[in-house]
Nanobody, 120 residues
């Protein structure tokens, strides 16, 4: 199971750190991705990290502002979000899969989302 947390309501330019907590086996061998879903839109990829944290990938819209990381000893993954903008307002989900991919279908396990709201 995966559980995302750390969302909240912030102002433009603020920062938030999301946490994805995993239970069960397989976390340290899996890619972890963050997706988000804006109101009225389909979900979109935000960032992906490979199993050992050595490779990370970002959507163009967040590159340079967001940082993905993981702690396999703690079965946790993180998304540090800086310089938040109103367009970052969305429900953020973490997902676990075999290999890093931007495709939603590449992830077998999904957590409940956490709401991020950025106000100007």
């Amino acid at each position: 199971q995966l559980q995302a947390s750390g969302g909240g309501s912030v102002q433009v330019g603020d920062s938030l750190r999301l946490t994805c907590a995993a239970s069960g086996r397989g976390f340290s061998n899996s890619a972890i991705a963050w997706f988000r879903q804006r109101p009225g839109e389909e979900d979109e990829i935000v960032s992906v990290i490979n199993f050992n944290g050595q490779n990370a990938f970002y959507a163009k819209s967040v590159k340079g502002r967001f940082t993905i990381s993981r702690d396999n000893d703690a079965n946790r993954a993180y998304l540090q979000m800086d310089s938040l903008q109103p367009n970052d307002t969305a429900i953020y989900f973490c997902a676990q899969g075999g290999t890093p991919t931007f495709a939603r279908g590449g992830y077998e396990y999904w957590g409940q989302g956490t709401q991020v709201t950025v106000s100007s």
